[in-house]
């Protein structure tokens, strides 16, 4: 505790308050709203500022219809100052939630699922030259490992290591069991047009978001929320969820892509949306990433040359590093 932060029991409603820097937060025993807030500036020899908060106890229905409410407002108020609003609007919401997980026993740094695309009876795209995307795929899910195990920041799991096929809905479980913090589909393109050349990024579109909610249920995909959370604010949360995934997911695509662009061809407006089944874990940041056109010839070649995948990996890496090194400066100040 510092001289900004301190915390204690409240009563009449209020089972905890937290003051931090920035921000004050009780810990409601029942649903409440503000009634009144009154800011008193420092008087005669005072030097605190006061304020007063007049709370009452309302309606869960009323609780509910104020926090969806205050989530929409906190959602436009992020979208204008950042990211600083959506911890608010969790802790308005009187409850907490995190798409962080407790690391698993044994486990160190962050946790990176890398998905290679197809395999075993599965071969995906056929390249010009004869190659198949199961293989490039796993050449470079497993260049992609060393290297990021090399580093030593990084616990690296991958769907398959070997040339065995994987259902979809299994690769996402596997992800989210393994508490992954970023999961990276790796794939190859085919196209009519053997012109069609470069790598291409993708997130989860609207229309697949639609399709999450159901997946998760169908697959026990279970949003981890605190224990003791209040039924009607489980909901509210993991749309929050849900949303911070999808904002981190674009984040990470945001930071491959001139990465990306450093190490070959990309494909124009690189960065798209589809509601590809690996990118539905409503908790997982997720990624699929096109490395290139197996009908295009000198992507086919690129990506079947150790030189090319190692340019490829090697800018999936200084992503990678990006993006938890924000994650990082993320925590550190919370
Ligand atoms: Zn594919």
Known sequence: ?????????????????????????????????????????????????RVIIDLDTVSDARFASMAKRDVRRFAKAEADAGKAAEKAALQLAGASTSTRKVPLRGTK?????????????DPGALAVNGGKEKDIT???????????????????????????????????TRARNWNAELFISLHADAAGNSTVAGASVYTISA?????????????????????????????????????????????????????????????????????????????????????GFLTNAEDARRLQSDRGREAAVQAVKRAIDSYFDRQDVRLASQ
């Open 109 to 121: 740094g962050h946790v990176v699922v890398i998905d290679a695309g197809h395999g075993g009876k």
């Open 1 to 49: 505790m510092n001289a900004y932060s301190a915390e204690g029991l409240g009563s009449g409603g209020v089972s905890v308050w937290t003051l931090n820097p920035g921000e004050l937060v009780f810990e409601l025993d029942r649903p409440m709203s503000v009634v009144r807030v009154l800011r008193l500036p420092p008087t005669g020899t005072e030097t605190a500022h």
């Open 138 to 172: 796993l050449k470079a899910a497993l260049d992609l490992r060393d290297l990021l195990e090399a580093d030593g920041r990084y616990t690296v799991r991958l769907v398959r290591d070997t040339d065995v096929y994987v259902d979809h809905e299994d690769r996402v």
């Open 207 to 291: 229309r697949g978001e639609g399709r999450i909610d159901r997946e998760a249920s169908r697959n026990n995909w279970v949003i981890p929320i605190e224990d003791g959370t209040p039924q009607r604010l489980t909901g509210i949360l993991s749309d929050l969820v849900k949303r911070e995934t999808k904002t981190r997911s674009g984040e990470f695509a945001e930071l491959l892509l001139p990465e990306l662009e450093k190490a070959g061809p990309v494909l124009r407006n690189t960065h798209r949306s589809a509601g590809f089944y690996v990118l539905l874990a409503p908790d997982v940041p997720a990624v699929l990433l096109e490395l």
